[in-house]
């Protein structure tokens, strides 16, 4: 048995030759215009093309021959699928630059076409459908992946706070992992004994290709890992720094980037913001029948690095000056970027729960997504959720279909003041959620985790018990905005203000018009389905505006209220949805 419970020799439910999706074969023409970008190398059995933990390799086409696909599980490879002829070998890592975590070996000598990165971007502009092929392909081999539990091991107890900061960190940036809990996973003691590890010694991280991280930062782990570790040269001056990768952050960081402006994103945790998430979003435009929250973040990520922004994660934004005609953004860790324009995508921080014993129990019982908590509650395990929006709303379905009891509790006499009229319908006919209105949770308490929280009817004061194994708190955010103090004008709730400017100039305080505010920290939100219109709105700087001139030659941009068809922005009446995360119970 190796580290995943499983037989190390034990052959995956379905290999990719078994799925024309998972493993397509390409066409004549398309074979033919891979050839004008790449070279033909002969192969002999028992080459290893590339190897766990490689921090880069060439897309490879197989062109005779046959390729098998393993990793390794405690020193024991597993032998996860096999290559044959006319078929590609690339995953998703090829695009995302993280490290590698399959190793491929030629099983029968041959030949393969080998196309370096950098071609295959140029290759896409001149056949989409190949592009298509490749980048869908490239999605499902990693959903496959995952479900074959391939990818890092992050090791330790479910009561560590740093195992639960190193799990949340992978799971917002879709790094590809699995989790062994010390005290309920046999399959721990086996890979720490391998490593010569106790169990006091955890959390560890064992990385593909053996290398082993102490209970590592976050930043430790993003860089093991080969991801969010943008080169920014010294001296370098971008035209755009994004300091945000939520949807507007990454849509304004596609649209610069897109159009050959040089652009930095900047975010503190992880790519996706609060959308990347939510359990599934129906009312975002361009997907029909709904979108997860985490594909959602991954497809963006990924169109990101394509257009090659400069990615930076996590790195925390401190202080935002006037530098050289244009911007200087501190980091935290001490290190700076120089840019001509900064669009602040921040967003908002969940608000905490006043109940008491919360803080016992928060990472372990009490969850600001349902994301944070798939390995921790398991099916048929009753879960409460605080809050009416449509947040709470999404994750109530998404919990009761995957057999919890729910209990929605809100202070409200009922959801349609804060939940779109289609998520409330189907929280009515669910039979698997109740709604408590006119309520509170007050306490919380349990021995080893959550076992019951108390709540209180606020007409009359009456508390029941509520038998729970999670608690999910889903009422609202606050702004990340306090690194922009005495530089940006901020409202008496810390949000940034947007809008035209008094007649006499300049608020004080309030920042230049290159400095722009895009999503959920701007005063002058914009909700739901006009948000889906505007994100990223702001990031549309055409060359033609002057950006990739000389400070003193070029022309000011037009201010973040006139983006759109030169109207400020303002308050609207629609209803919110999922994006809105200010809408609380």
Same mark, same amino acid.
């Given at each position: 048995m190796d580290e995943t419970g499983a037989e190390p020799s034990a052959k995956p439910t379905q290999t990719p030759p078994e799925d024309p999706l998972l493993a397509p074969r390409l066409s004549a023409g398309q074979l033919a215009l891979l050839h004008r970008y790449g070279q033909v190398r002969p192969t002999v059995a028992g080459q290893e093309l590339f190897r766990e933990g490689d921090r880069s390799y060439d897309f490879i086409v197989i062109v005779s021959g046959v390729v098998t696909i393993l990793d390794h599980q405690a020193g024991v490879a597993r032998e996860l699928a096999t290559g044959c002829p006319g078929e590609f070998v690339a995953e998703l890592n090829l695009f995302t630059g993280e490290r590698l975590f399959t190793t491929a070996v030629v099983k029968e000598p041959? =030949?393969?076409?080998?196309?370096?990165?950098?071609?295959?971007?140029?290759?896409?502009?001149? +056949?989409? &459908?190949?592009?298509?092929?490749?980048?869908? *392909? =490239?999605f499902r081999r990693r959903q496959w992946l995952l479900a074959e539990r391939a990818g890092m091991r992050i090791i330790g107890s479910r009561s560590s %706070? +740093?195992?639960?900061?190193?799990?949340?960190?992978?799971?917002?940036?879709?790094?590809?992992?699995?989790?062994? +809990?010390?005290? *309920?996973t046999p399959a721990a003691s086996l890979v720490l004994r391998h490593h010569g590890i106790g169990p006091d010694e955890t959390p560890i991280v064992v990385m593909r290709g053996g290398e082993v991280l102490?209970?590592? =930062?976050? *930043?430790?782990? &993003?860089? %093991?890992?080969?991801?969010? =570790?943008?080169?920014?040269?010294?001296?370098?001056t971008f035209d755009v720094a994004v300091v945000g990768a939520g949807p507007a952050g990454l849509a304004a960081s596609v649209y610069g980037a897109s159009e050959g402006l040089a652009v930095v994103t900047v975010d503190g945790l992880g790519v996706g913001g609060q959308i990347g998430t939510t359990s599934r979003i129906e009312n975002y435009l361009g997907f029909p029948v709904g979108v997860s929250g985490d594909e959602f973040a991954e497809r963006a990520l990924v169109q990101v690095l394509r257009f090659g922004a400069t990615l930076l994660v996590p790195s925390t934004a401190s202080r935002l000056a006037e530098h050289r005609g244009g911007y200087l953004v501190r980091l935290a860790a001490g290190d700076e970027l120089?840019?001509? *324009?900064?669009?602040?995508?921040t967003g908002v921080s969940y608000r905490r729960l006043d109940a008491d014993g919360l803080d016992r129990f928060e990472g372990t019982g009490v969850f600001y997504t349902p994301l944070a908590a798939q390995d921790q509650v398991e099916p048929g395990e009753a879960?409460?959720?605080?809050?009416?929006?449509?947040?709470a709303g999404q994750a109530a379905t998404w919990l009761a279909d995957h057999r919890h009891p729910v209990t929605i509790v809100i202070r409200g006499d009922d959801l349609a003041a804060s939940m779109s009229r289609y998520l409330i319908d189907r929280v009515v006919r669910h039979p698997g959620i109740e709604v408590i209105a006119r309520s509170a949770v007050r306490q919380l308490d349990g021995a080893a985790r959550l076992e019951r929280v108390v709540i209180e009817d606020l007409a009359t004061s009456a508390r029941r018990t509520l038998t729970c194994s999670a608690l999910f708190v889903l009422i609202g955010a606050e702004p990340h905005t306090r690194w922009l103090a005495g530089s940006v004008e901020l409202d008496r709730n810390g949000f940034v203000a947007t809008g035209p400017q008094p007649a006499g100039g300049a608020r004080p305080g309030q920042a230049e018009p290159r400095s722009l505010s895009a999503g959920d920290q701007h005063a002058r939100r914009v909700r739901g389905r006009r948000r889906a219109q505007r994100l990223g709105q702001a990031g549309r700087f055409r060359r033609r505006r002057g950006l990739d001139r000389h400070p003193l030659r070029q022309r000011a941009p037009r201010?973040?209220?006139r983006i759109r068809r030169r109207r400020p922005l303002r308050p609207l009446t629609a209803p919110p949805t999922e994006i809105d995360p200010r809408r609380h119970s």
């Open positions: 041959g =030949s393969i076409l080998v196309v370096p990165v950098d071609r295959v971007q140029r290759l896409f502009a001149q +056949d989409q &459908a190949l592009a298509d092929l490749i980048m869908q *392909t =490239s %706070a +740093d195992a639960r900061r190193l799990r949340e960190f992978a799971a917002r940036n879709r790094l590809a992992y699995v989790w062994l +809990d010390v005290e *309920t102490r209970n590592p =930062s976050n *930043t430790e782990l &993003a860089r %093991a890992a080969g991801f969010g =570790s943008g080169a920014v040269a010294a001296g370098q120089d840019a001509r *324009t900064v669009i602040i995508a879960v409460v959720i605080v809050g009416g929006g449509n947040s201010p973040a209220h």
